[in-house]
């Protein structure tokens, strides 16, 4: 692009994708007198899910807005909680989130994940057909057309992601009532039902048990319930205060 030139203000929350604005925040970028406001964004390293509030000389645009040389943009961050209309709240994870996934899961929240890598094409159609917010920190991913929607993960951390998400979509928890490997959900079941699947110390040491619906995985309170117990503790308090 080599027409006149805009001046954008990126949010703090925003700069860490825009190298070329820092540290003040601020760039510089040519228009067509085509292109919109959205793609020039997009342009300069920004995903539109991560997005909420453009602002042209003070006054609020669309992202299909046309800019005009001259003209001063501010590109204010997605609030918090963010709010997804159109379908229940489900999300989907790319193929390098599955700790978050089974975090997710563990708190009641429906999240599909698959342990290969689908590419990109087949992720965004799957949040599309399924309308799933596909979690990623894959910039190129979240800025494909046929996604749903999306949102940029920031963490490297899992128990900083957890918070994240929980954070910014404040999903409603039920805790231990999805299956961690499948996503599917627990029922009760009985020690005669699962026993196949007990070592010799696991069925004489625990009577309580639930079985995934889908696929038949069984559950007990083992060796890592207290490490999972301090998940789920953590994230109904901080939703309860939150709330």
């Not at 709010?83 to 599955?98: E, I, Q």
């Not at 992601?161 to 009760?188: H, I, K, M």
């Not at 069984?218 to 709330?243: F, K, N, P």
Request: aromatic share 6%; proline share 7%.
């Amino acid at each position: 692009m080599n027409g006149p030139e805009i001046h954008v203000e990126f949010a703090p929350e925003l700069r860490l994708f825009v190298p070329r604005a820092r540290p003040t925040g601020t760039a510089r970028t040519a228009t067509d007198g085509v292109s919109t406001l959205g793609h020039l964004v997009e342009s300069l390293g920004v995903p539109l899910t991560e997005v909420g509030t453009l602002l042209v000389d003070g006054r609020e645009v669309p992202p299909g807005h046309v800019p005009a040389g001259g003209e001063s943009v501010r590109v204010r961050p997605v609030r918090h909680p963010q709010r997804v209309p159109g379908a229940p709240l489900r999300f989907l994870l790319d193929v390098h989130l599955g700790t978050l996934a089974r975090r997710l899961r563990l708190l009641g929240v429906d999240t599909a994940y698959e342990s290969t890598d689908l590419g990109d094409p087949a992720l965004a159609a799957l949040s599309a057909a399924e309308k799933r917010v596909l979690l990623s920190r894959d910039r190129g991913l979240l800025r494909r057309r046929e996604l749903w929607a999306g949102a940029y993960v920031y963490s490297t951390r899992p128990d900083e992601q957890l918070q994240e998400v929980l954070d910014r979509f404040r999903p409603g928890l039920s805790p231990w009532t999805r299956c961690t490997a499948c996503n599917g959900l627990l029922r009760a079941a009985t020690k005669d039902e699962v026993a196949q699947q007990l070592k010799g110390g696991t069925q004489r040491s625990y009577d309580v048990f639930a079985q995934c619906a889908a696929c038949g995985r069984a559950y007990w309170r083992g060796a890592h319930h207290e490490q999972l117990e301090a998940i789920v503790e953590r994230a109904v308090s901080r939703s309860t205060q939150d709330g």
